[in-house]
Nanobody, 124 residues
């Protein structure tokens, strides 16, 4: 079993920044891709960013490219999402997820464990 716990969400004004963290326990994350997804009220869960396991190649949704940065610290078993230049449309619950393999995916089906989510609210 893997437990993922997100933190760092909150209320921020448009143009501000937040850094989300996802701490894992129960299994090392080093051999697996990791991803961040988000879900706004009334909308489906959508891909935000992912990072592969070893070479740490990163992928981003077009809507966040250039503003968000995903990173990982395998020694701390933690994944991060640095969010800059936040917009009101970034408001959502953000979830981190453990990939089922070392390969990155934008499809939620490519992930087998999920955190409980952290709320990010961006005011205009």
């Amino acid at each position: 079993q893997v437990q993922l716990v997100e933190s760092g969400g909150g209320l921020v004004q448009a143009g501000g920044s937040l850094r989300l963290s996802c701490a894992a326990s129960g299994r090392t994350l080093s051999g697996y891709a990791m991803g961040w997804f988000r879900q706004a009220p009334g909308k489906e869960r959508e891909f935000v960013a992912s990072i592969t396991s070893s070479v740490r190649r990163t992928y981003y949704a077009d809507s966040v490219k250039g503003r968000f940065t995903i990173s990982r610290d395998n020694a701390k078993n933690t994944v991060y999402l640095q969010m800059n230049s936040l917009k009101p449309e970034d408001t959502a619950v953000y979830y981190c997820a453990k990939g089922a393999s070392s390969y990155s995916s934008a499809n939620p089906r490519g992930y087998d464990y999920w955190g409980q989510g952290t709320q990010v609210t961006v005011s205009s």
